[in-house]
């Protein structure tokens, strides 16, 4: 998923550069197939962590807007991450995408703010309201479903292969399923 989610950012046009935030060598060996800017995460002691990490890179750096995504949504085209990100206003902006289930955060758009803490645990989608009311932000929420179909188990598996949006893909997956 890793290497689908890679690839469509690559060929995202208001995408500049890819940050991956990652203690694990294989997925930087992935990475640098699509130039990705390596942050090693020394603790991997979860996605907070590693949003902050990169928080902190684009913050000095002077990256004005980021676009956080796990790498489980591998459903995603790069014209999907373009109108997201087409919908970015301002500093004062920050836009949400939640999973299918309404239970977490499929992709965030805002401006890399230093003191502007994510959350990323169970239930993250309600959760990312607290860190943006702080900072004063004014949200929107995108129903991109493409974006909002994660695979976090076997019945997400199923699902997205049910879909079939990316019928080469889907059938990697049926060859992993069916090899085991």
């Known amino acids: 998923m890793l290497d689908e989610i890679l690839q469509v950012i ?3 046009k208001s995408i500049d550069d890819t940050i991956l ?3 694990d060598e294989s997925a930087f060996d992935i990475g640098k197939k699509f130039n990705c800017i390596e942050i090693i995460d020394d603790t991997e002691s979860g996605v907070n962590n590693a949003v ?3 928080n902190e890179f684009l913050v000095k750096h002077g990256y004005d807007c980021s676009v956080v995504l796990p790498q489980d949504i591998p459903l995603i085209f790069p014209h999907d991450l ?3 990100i087409g919908f970015y206003q301002d500093k004062k902006n920050a836009i949400i995408v939640p999973s299918r289930h309404f ?3 499929n992709a965030l758009v805002r401006m890399p703010l230093p003191h502007m803490k994510t959350r990323y645990d169970e239930g993250s989608y309600k ?3 607290e860190p943006i ?3 004063q932000m004014n949200y929107s929420l995108a ?3 493409r974006i909002m179909v994660d695979i976090d188990n076997l019945i997400d598996v199923n699902y997205m292969i049910k879909l079939n949006i990316k019928p080469a893909f889907c059938d990697k997956i049926r060859g992993v399923f069916s090899s085991n």
């Open 10 to 12: 690559t060929e995202t």
């Open 21 to 23: 935030v990652s203690k």
């Open 52 to 54: 902050s990490l990169a």
């Open 82 to 84: 373009d109108n997201l």
């Open 103 to 105: 239970d977490g955060t």
């Open 127 to 129: 959760f990312q309201f």
């Open 133 to 135: 009311k702080t900072a």
């Open 143 to 145: 129903l991109i479903h």
